[in-house]
């Protein structure tokens, strides 16, 4: 699962900020250096921030799920070997 979510994660920040790095330029000189820093930050921030959400998003869901106690065990299982 992680090796299909880590590429995931990373192209949907991507993509968010290279939306968030086109609006910003939209409607202004491309070729302006000051433009380009402040689109590039925008972008930037937007992924952060969603970053942080997904993030928070995951800490809420995992405590929910969450289990407390010690896990019960059945005596008359088989054993089970782990390797």
């Given at each position: 699962m992680r090796k299909c979510a880590d590429p995931l994660g990373i192209a949907l920040l991507n993509t968010i900020f290279a939306s968030v790095?086109?609006?910003?330029?939209?409607?202004?000189?491309?070729?302006?250096?000051?433009?380009?820093?402040?689109a590039g930050l925008d972008?930037?921030?937007?992924?952060?921030?969603?970053?942080?959400?997904?993030?928070?998003a995951?800490?809420?869901?995992?405590?929910?799920l969450y289990r407390r106690g010690v896990p019960t065990q059945n005596p008359?299982?088989?054993?089970?070997i782990h390797m």
């Open positions: 790095l086109a609006d910003s330029m939209a409607g202004q000189n491309p070729k302006d250096p000051a433009v380009l820093v402040q972008g930037y921030a937007a992924a952060y921030w969603w970053s942080a959400a997904f993030f928070a995951g800490l809420i869901i995992s405590f929910a008359d299982a088989t054993p089970t």
